[in-house]
């Protein structure tokens, strides 16, 4: 056969095999289609997810999964529902029958439709229709599918606008606050639909709240903002319309003549301080006189806040800056925690010279009462992963120390980034601070498997305090300590003390799975079944549950704790931990 000819025989077969079925040339596919339609309990429903997957021969496929919507079983129509999203534009013929599952008595049903309706990407009047009015579905889940599901068939703002209006007048607040999310999710391109909320008494104050979040981007909205504070007499409103304002930032100045009067509200205290606050945000032109009027004011709150706005101001002032200092870290020890979290973003926020702030926070926090050193720990925690690039700073300042180890453990996860500070610190010829920082490293968690060496050689320190702080940590740290797990095995076959029991509990959490090591933890942990100590019965049952069924042998021993054991906590947890092990 010459080459003219095998070129038309390989035309004709490829013509062939198109003329089929799409699903013959699939096996997998007509497999679970199948069992889809004729199949049942969990292989039915595994294989609807699994046409989804594929989303293949759609001309096949399709029809069969719409058929399956109208199922009795509840399951199926979510299912299939999820699985024509899946199939994108290739299933819009499928708009019809999902629309009708947005009225399905089972929420669950209505999310996958909607999800799907938002993924066929049908852009119809009637499921842009249907979708605004799931907006304020009574469940949120709907509800938060529709908004999404409208905002990825982009129909235009103004039809998505409505959907995000009705949802903010919803009576379900969850409903509103999806809305709301939607709203701040858009940033500068919500502003014409926060314009217009603005204007409306039921979603005036979650407009503002989304304009707080939004922050600069918002910033055309300030002309409406403004008018809002000349018109209502609502204090929360007015408070949440300046912390809007004060977000935008330099850019709402325009408001300032509107803000200064609220310094001398007098039917809520927290009406000024709120003023006081968006002023110094807002970089207000000729607001000093007014902040020092509000200075005399018995409001110690607005003291502390006009203080800080005074300096934001007149950032060149080092009197202004040294009594914002004094003000705000006062406020650091506040027993109100609303002072406490301003003053800890004061702080932050006013970046003052940390010769300057460094020695006064030092000296509130070295006030003799206690509380009022853990409430400066709090609100500097209070700041988040924020706080920690200047807590490394003091880590390396010793008298700065001990607090900023204290801040740091109060953090836990957020402070991942500062464990190679405190591995140097750990350093330090110091059994106190060592203690402290093994505890930092164990509220650290998983992020500090770094210390793991170091806490691994702890283990075999002449401080008891050191031992047991390390083998906490080493336990907090979990399956990444590995580093550690020759010290602590060692520690369990040197003796029997709570050092090697400690050690086998770490080593349940860290190497569940390592036979090896299993077998040298398992009898350790039974013999803690039966220690007099309520804790140490507790610890070893939760390190057998760490286990899992590696801890198989242990069952008899388990029951007996679960059913016998005088404290009605190992018995529970004995309880909770037999099923890990059956697991």
């Not at 549950?545 to 018995?571: M, W, Y």
């Amino acid at each position: 056969m010459n080459l003219y000819f095998t070129r038309i025989a390989a035309s004709l077969l490829g013509l062939a095999l198109l003329s089929l079925p799409c699903v013959a040339a699939i096996p997998d596919t007509a497999k679970e289609l199948d069992t889809a339609l004729n199949g049942s309990g969990k292989a039915q429903y595994k294989a609807i997810a699994k046409l989804g997957e594929y989303h293949e021969a759609a001309d096949v496929v399709v029809p069969k999964l719409r058929d399956l919507l109208k199922s009795t079983d509840q399951q199926i129509r979510w299912r299939s529902a999820r699985a024509l999203g899946h199939y994108g534009p290739e299933a819009k013929d499928a708009a019809n029958d999902l629309r009708s599952l947005l009225k399905d008595s089972d929420p669950i049903v209505q999310y996958h439709a909607a999800i799907a309706l938002g993924k066929i990407e049908d852009k119809s009047d009637a499921t842009v229709d249907a979708l605004v009015d799931a907006a304020t579905n009574k469940d949120p889940r709907v509800a938060r599918a529709a908004i999404e599901a409208l905002r990825h068939l982009k129909p235009g703002p103004q039809r998505v606008a409505a959907a995000l209006k009705q949802a903010l007048m919803s009576n379900d607040q969850a409903v509103m606050l999806h809305a709301l999310e939607a709203i701040v999710q858009e940033r500068g391109k919500a502003v014409p639909l926060l314009k217009d909320a603005l204007k409306q008494p039921e979603t005036a104050y979650l407009a503002c709240t989304a304009i707080e979040q939004i922050g600069p981007p918002a910033a055309k909205t300030v002309p409406e903002l403004t008018e809002l504070l000349g018109k209502t007499k609502h204090s929360q409103l007015l408070i949440q319309t300046l912390l809007a304002l004060a977000s935008i930032g330099p850019a709402a100045q325009p408001a300032e003549s509107a803000v200064v009067p609220l310094l001398d509200f007098s039917t809520d205290q927290t009406v000024p301080v709120a003023a006081a606050y968006a002023l110094g945000s807002i970089g207000a032109k000729n607001a000093n006189g007014a902040l020092k009027n509000a200075l005399a004011k018995n409001n110690p709150f607005l003291h502390m806040v006009a203080s800080w706005s005074l300096a934001m101001l007149n950032p060149n002032d080092q009197q202004l800056m040294k009594n914002a200092v004094d003000a705000l870290t006062r406020g650091l020890a506040n027993n109100d925690p609303q002072i406490r979290t301003a003053a800890a973003k004061g702080l932050q926020k006013l970046q003052p010279p940390p010769e300057m702030v460094g020695p006064v926070i030092l000296q509130v926090a070295s006030d003799p009462d206690p509380n009022v050193s853990a409430n400066i720990v709090n609100a500097i925690a209070g700041l988040g992963e924020s706080a920690v690039p200047r807590l490394i700073r003091a880590l390396q300042k010793p008298k700065a120390r001990p607090l900023a180890i204290r801040v740091l453990t109060k953090l836990g996860p957020k402070a991942a980034d500062a464990v190679p500070a405190l591995i140097d610190v750990a350093k330090a010829p110091d059994s106190d601070i060592k203690e402290k920082v093994n505890f930092a490293l164990a509220a650290i968690g998983p992020a500090a498997a770094p210390a793991s060496e170091m806490l691994g050689n702890d283990v075999a320190s002449n401080d008891r305090r050191i031992r047991e702080s390390a083998l906490y940590a080493l336990r907090e740290i979990g399956p990444e300590a590995k580093a550690a797990v020759p010290a602590l095995t060692s520690k369990i076959e040197s003796d029997d003390s709570f050092d090697a029991m400690a050690s086998a509990w770490a080593l349940a959490r860290i190497a569940p799975k390592d036979k090896t090591i299993t077998a040298k933890v398992l009898p350790v942990l039974v013999r803690g079944l039966s220690n007099d100590d309520e804790l140490t019965r507790l610890n070893s049952v939760q390190a057998l549950a760490d286990l899992g069924p590696a801890a198989e042998k242990a069952e008899p021993e388990l029951k007996k704790a679960a059913h016998d054991d005088k404290s009605p906590a190992v018995r529970e947890a004995a309880t909770d931990a037999l099923k890990h092990v059956a697991d």
